[in-house]
């Protein structure tokens, strides 16, 4: 893929776009920590995503059985990402092929990993879209309320050591918990 330049993540993307047979590949790349460029793998999965998000259905035991095993931030950031766009479109019924295919064993590992992600040591972009995402999954009808009462609680003992980007957001969360 060469260097981070947008261009470059996009031409990677379409290679993955026109040859979708290849996307597994590209997947298991993304969580190989041994594999020097799987933060690079996860920047282009991102983007393939975006463009053609039902490519993840038939790998969803994989993703989520894994996003809670990466380690680098720069790899996290778009897998956060990806999971705020699962938890907005299972949410938002956008896909009937997800609502059939996403399982409460699936949906769990996602909270879990968020929880993690939100109370540990990551990047401000990765917090604002868990803090999303977990607030999506918590409003579902069958959602635990544990879930909300947890994030309103990480969300307002993390204000006072954050960034202000992750103020904002969290205000912003916070706010939507109130209604």
């Known amino acids: 893929m060469g260097n981070a330049a947008r261009q470059n993540r996009l031409i990677a993307a379409q290679y993955f776009l026109d040859n979708p047979s290849e996307f597994l590949f590209l997947l298991q790349k993304t969580f190989d920590p041994d594999y020097k460029y799987h933060h690079k793998a996860a920047w282009v999965l991102e983007f393939v995503l975006d463009k053609n998000f039902d490519l993840l259905l038939p790998y969803l035991d994989f993703f989520t059985s894994n996003i ?41 590992a996602i909270i879990e990993t968020g929880f993690d992600w939100l109370i540990g040591d990551y990047k401000v972009a990765t917090k604002a879209y868990t803090m ?48």
């Open 68 to 108: 809670s095993k990466l380690q680098n931030d720069s790899a996290i950031r778009p897998i956060a990402k990806i999971c705020e766009w699962i938890a907005i479109k299972y949410s938002h019924k956008n896909s009937k092929q997800l609502q059939t295919i996403l399982s409460q064993k699936h949906i769990t």
């Open 132 to 179: 999303h995402t977990l607030y999506m999954l918590g409003k579902l009808p069958d959602a635990p309320k544990w879930i909300h009462q947890e994030l309103r609680t990480v969300i307002a003992e993390r204000m006072e050591v954050e960034s202000a980007a992750f103020k904002s957001r969290g205000r912003k969360i916070l706010a939507l918990l109130k209604e």
